[in-house]
């Protein structure tokens, strides 16, 4: 079992508020839907960055995206050890059209996964600018995951 670093908190996962599935699964990938955060069922990390929300603020809601990214991996395969590597994450940042600092605020992301799964975590990635995001999320971020190739049960 992968152990969580101190102060890292994996919070539960929450259901999709459409209709899709928050993560499929082919062969040996997972692929993660864009995901946002919730405090229960009220979305959070809201805004738009370069108006309402500093680079700082971006990147601590996408380091809170991937926790949610985490979360739902965990209740698909059961735990982190199952990640062999995150081969791919888009993170999308709601900025204004003035905005330049997208790769910043992705990397809040990115460094919560390599904190938590080590070079597993280091990922190829793409920070993309949009005019707005569902429910009104400053950061949406979908993945692909290579899992681990289950042992046989003895």
Not at 28 to 43: E, K, M, Q, V, Y
Not at 61 to 79: F, K, P, S, W
């Amino acid at each position: 079992m992968t152990p969580i670093p101190d102060g890292v908190a994996i919070p539960a996962p929450h259901p999709a508020v459409g209709s899709y599935a928050m993560a499929v699964s082919s062969g040996d990938l997972i692929f993660l839907s864009g995901h946002g955060c919730f405090d229960n069922a009220t979305p959070i990390h809201v805004g738009k960055l370069g108006a309402d929300l500093t680079t700082e603020q971006g990147r601590q809601a996408a380091r809170a995206v991937a926790l949610n990214l985490l979360a739902t991996t965990i209740d698909q395969v059961g735990e982190l050890s199952r990640i062999a590597q995150v081969v791919k994450m888009v993170v999308f940042v709601n900025s204004t059209p003035d905005f330049t600092e997208q790769h910043l605020v992705a990397n809040g992301a990115t460094d919560l996964l390599i904190e938590v799964l080590g070079e597993a975590g280091r990922t190829a990635r793409s920070a993309i600018g949009v005019a707005s995001l569902p429910l009104g999320f400053a950061v949406e971020i979908e993945a692909v995951i290579r899992l681990t190739q289950r042992e046989p049960d003895d």
